[in-house]
C-alpha cells in the first residue's frame, strides 16, 4: 500500500539558514512524488515534482528534492530560509497502481524567526 | 483562465442540514477530486471522478455524495450535516492518467462549519 510519513510535524528556522523537511515514503510501484505548500487560509501550490527523471528536482523559489529511492526518501531543502517560506508542506506520492489516487502526509508546519 | 474554483467559500450549517460544494475547472482535466482537511491528518479523500458520468469512492466516503454530469464540474453533497464534517474542503483536478503522473490543481478551499 502507498503512504507517506513526514517525519517532523514542526521545523522552526531562522531566516537565512537552511531548510531541511523529511518524507519517507511507501510505494509498490514506480512513484510520483510531489511536494505542495499552503499559505494561512489558502489552497495547495505545487513547489515541484519527481516523476522518475532526475533524482534531483528543483523547483520554485529555491526548493529542491532528492529522491532516493535505496532510502524511500524525498526530502524538501532550501539552502536559505526566507519569511515568506512560513507555511505548511505537504508530501505526496501517486503511481500507477494506485488508480491515480495521491496520497498525502500529514504534513510539516515551517515557521521562519526572524 | 480561472484554474479551479469552488463555491461557496464559507458556510455554516446547523445538524441535519444538507448543502451541495460545487467545484468548477477550465482546464479541460478529465480527473477531479474532493478532499477534507483537518489538523494534523493532512488531507484525506472523499470522493474522485475519473471522467464525466463516474464517480468513486475515496478514503473517508460515509456521509457525502457526488456528481460528474458535466467534464468541468464535480458537485459534493452532504445529505444530512454532522459537527463531524466540520472540515475545510478541497477541489482538485489532474489531466488523464498515464506516465508520467501528472499533479492535482487545487482550488482555494471551502470552510464549513456545521453546529
Known amino acids: 500500500a502507498q503512504s507517506v510519513t513526514q517525519l517532523d510535524s514542526h521545523v522552526s528556522v531562522s531566516e537565512g539558514t537552511p531548510v531541511l523537511l523529511r518524507c519517507n515514503y511507501s510505494?509498490?510501484?514506480?512513484?510520483?512524488l510531489f511536494w505542495y505548500v499552503q499559505h494561512p487560509n489558502k489552497g495547495l501550490q505545487l513547489l515541484l515534482k519527481y516523476t522518475s527523471a532526475a533524482t534531483l528536482v528543483k523547483g520554485i523559489n529555491g526548493f529542491e528534492a532528492e529522491f532516493k529511492k535505496s532510502e524511500t526518501s524525498f526530502h524538501l531543502t532550501k539552502p536559505s530560509a526566507h519569511m515568506s517560506d512560513a507555511a505548511e508542506y505537504f508530501c505526496?506520492?501517486?503511481?500507477?497502481?494506485?488508480?491515480?489516487?495521491?496520497?498525502f502526509g500529514t504534513g510539516t508546519s515551517l515557521t521562519v524567526i526572524p | 483562465n480561472a484554474g479551479v474554483t469552488q463555491t461557496p467559500k464559507f458556510r455554516v450549517l446547523k445538524t441535519g442540514q444538507s448543502m451541495t460544494l460545487l467545484c468548477a475547472q477550465d482546464m479541460n482535466h478529465e480527473y477531479m477530486y474532493w478532499y477534507r482537511q483537518d489538523p494534523g491528518m493532512g488531507l484525506r479523500l472523499i470522493h474522485y471522478?475519473?471522467?464525466?458520468?463516474?464517480?468513486a469512492k475515496g478514503e473517508v466516503p460515509d456521509g457525502y455524495n457526488v456528481s460528474r454530469l458535466k467534464k468541468q464540474n464535480f458537485l459534493l453533497g452532504l445529505e444530512s450535516a454532522a459537527p463531524s464534517q466540520t472540515s475545510v474542503y478541497f477541489c482538485?483536478?489532474?489531466?488523464?492518467?498515464?506516465?508520467?503522473?501528472?499533479?492535482?490543481?487545487f482550488g482555494p478551499g471551502t470552510r464549513l462549519t456545521v453546529l
Open positions: 510505494s509498490s510501484y514506480s512513484p510520483s
Open positions: 471522478s475519473v471522467g464525466e458520468g463516474t464517480t
Open positions: 482538485a483536478s489532474s489531466y488523464l492518467g498515464g506516465l508520467p503522473i501528472n499533479e492535482q490543481f
Open positions: 505526496v506520492v501517486s503511481d500507477l497502481n494506485t488508480g491515480n489516487q495521491f496520497y
